[in-house]
């Protein structure tokens, strides 16, 4: 079996930090007549995508990724999906696109977590700096991943994974964001998570807030540049995006099932929760929100 690994984009009409998604294609492989050596192999692609960045003032994010491998399940063995190093400049990969990373066949087995080990980061600011957050070691000896469920790997079947490494999360600015001349560094801990590609929807809409006249629904606003997050009770997977300069959002590569989507408060604007919110396999669910002005 083949496993194959492609990096994801999001659209991205106000400059925001990007979320990693590796994406995990497993297709299945037999030959007429049954053959059995063909029938225990499939083929496992992994894909790469990202969030949105919050900063208007980062040009670039690159992450370089030393190896990925997949783990079969109750065992401590590790197949590679990537073997060798490459570098990925995140806010290239937005808005659902996807990059390959590599390929390695894989048996019909179980399989229920990823391995990444990551070389190192930088960003790029629009004023042309460039920062070099240090990577634990633990990231670089391999982060773990697992899957909320494991996957099985089966001739003639095709299984896709998202890895989704949510950058908005995992990069965070040091002292004032406000202006480029104010963000001194990053911290880098990485938040991930996984998701079955043939399970997930997504989740769409608009924020505006009610201009101070919620009576009035004519005059309600966008609120631009807001940070969305979207979550399920009792998980700890959380994903995240920001809204564009229309108000508008968009989650991806989200399992089928209820979630919250909620925004903290801001300067101007409140906080708001919309819980229960019904995601389905392979469609866009439609949920905006209305915020109160402060």
Not at 60 to 82: E, F
Not at 159 to 172: G, M, P, T, W, Y
Not at 174 to 179: M, S
Request: hydrophobic share 40%; net charge neutral; proline share 6%.
């Amino acid at each position: 079996m083949v496993t194959c690994f492609i990096f994801s984009r999001i659209p991205n009409p106000v400059p925001r930090i990007p979320a990693l998604c590796l994406l995990a294609l497993l297709i299945g492989l037999t030959r007429c007549g049954g053959d059995s050596a063909s029938s225990r192999t499939g083929t496992v692609r992994i894909r790469l995508a990202d969030a949105p960045f919050p900063y208007q003032h980062v040009h670039a994010v690159s992450v370089t990724i030393a190896r990925v491998d997949i783990r079969q399940t109750g065992t401590s063995n590790y197949s590679a999906i990537m073997p060798e190093p490459r570098t990925f400049d995140l806010l290239t990969l937005q808005g659902g696109t996807t990059d390959v990373l590599g390929s390695a066949a894989l048996s019909t087995h179980s399989y229920d977590q990823v391995r990444m080990k990551i070389e190192s980061v930088s960003l790029r600011l629009t004023d042309g700096r460039t920062f070099a957050p240090a990577v634990a070691d633990s990231l670089k000896d391999g982060m773990v991943v697992k899957m909320a469920s494991p996957i099985q790997v089966k001739g003639n079947r095709t299984i896709e994974l998202v890895l989704d490494f949510d950058v908005n999360r995992s990069f965070i600015a040091q002292d004032d964001p406000a202006v480029s001349g104010g963000i001194s560094g990053f911290v880098f801990k990485p938040s991930v998570r996984v998701a079955d590609l043939s399970t997930v929807g997504r989740i769409t809409g608009s924020v505006k807030h009610n201009n101070r006249t919620p009576s009035i629904l004519t005059d309600d606003l966008p609120v631009l540049g807001l940070q969305v997050s979207v979550f399920q009770a009792g998980s700890p997977d959380t994903a995240s995006t920001v809204t564009d300069d229309t108000g508008s959002y968009a989650v991806f590569f989200l399992p089928a099932g209820q979630y919250t989507v909620a925004a903290d408060a801001t300067d101007s604007t409140t906080a708001w929760s919309i819980p229960g919110v019904v995601v389905t396999t392979a469609n866009p669910t439609r949920q905006d929100a209305l915020s109160a002005r402060r």
